[in-house]
T-cell receptor, first 112, second 114 residues
Framework: DGGITQSPKYLFRKEGQNVTLSCEQN?????MYWYRQDPGQGLRLIYY???????QKGDIAEGYSVSREKKESFPLTVTSAQKNPTAFYLC???????????FGEGSWLTVV | AQSVTQLGSHVSVSEGALVLLRCNYS??????LFWYVQYPNQGLQLLLK??????LVKGINGFEAEFKKSETSFHLTKPSAHMSDAAEYFC????????????FGTGTRLTIIP
């Protein structure tokens, strides 16, 4: 079955470290998104990519970076510049036209 | 620009009672509207969606929602709550004309009272 796979499920980061969250999809979708979820704040868009080798900043891109070298993959790097990275991160991918959007199972990032 | 407002961050209903979760949206173009459910430590699962056509949309697990353009609303209902409905629910909007970024509401946590 097609879907979105995020890894790792749980990740711990030390202060000053960069960490990368993986997102892979086998849906053959062009677009992929990264959201951050904090309690009581819903989901906020970090970065999105509408096509390979192109991506755009979302609403809260500071302290994050992405790449889109392959259609199937959209990794998110949480850099040391992100001052409050502890959150639940969700990768998503819409169908063409955007009338259905699929989500991964999410990744928990905790700063220790 | 688009936005979503979910009224009530926490809603509690008794088992067997009506579930009503409210969502109002703002969009400058015809919207696509979605309801997602999230169980603890999991991703989001699509409950139902409105794109075009019939304004009363039926989804999974007995939920339905009605798109009311005049009220800019897309409230989620279920006639009889079940314990397994306890979860967080998100309303979201995207636009018809290809802007596929979803804008989410802040979520409503539904608690079912036995």
């Amino acid at each position: 079955d097609g879907g979105i796979t995020q890894s790792p499920k749980y990740l711990f980061r030390k202060e000053g470290q960069n960490v990368t969250l993986s997102c892979e999809q086998n849906l053959n979708h062009d677009a992929m998104y990264w959201y951050r979820q904090d309690p009581g704040q819903g989901l906020r868009l970090i970065y999105y990519s509408q096509i390979v080798n192109d991506f755009q900043k979302g609403d809260i891109a500071e302290g994050y970076s992405v790449s889109r070298e392959k259609k199937e993959s959209f990794p998110l790097t949480v850099t040391s510049a992100q001052k409050n990275p502890t959150a639940f991160y969700l990768c998503a991918s819409p169908t063409a036209g955007g009338n259905t959007i699929y989500f991964g199972e999410g990744s928990w990032l905790t700063v220790v | 620009a688009q936005s979503v407002t979910q009224l009530g961050s926490h809603v509690s209903v008794s088992e067997g009672a009506l579930v009503l979760l409210r969502c109002n949206y703002s969009s400058s173009v015809p919207p696509y509207l979605f309801w997602y459910v999230q169980y603890p430590n999991q991703g989001l699962q699509l409950l139902l969606k409105y794109t075009t056509g019939a304004t009363l949309v039926k989804g999974i697990n007995g939920f339905e929602a009605e798109f009311k353009k005049s009220e800019t609303s897309f409230h989620l209902t279920k006639p009889s709550a079940h314990m397994s409905d306890a979860a967080e629910y998100f309303c979201a909007v995207s636009s018809y004309f290809g802007n596929e970024k979803l804008t989410f509401g802040t979520g409503t946590r539904l608690t079912i009272i036995p």
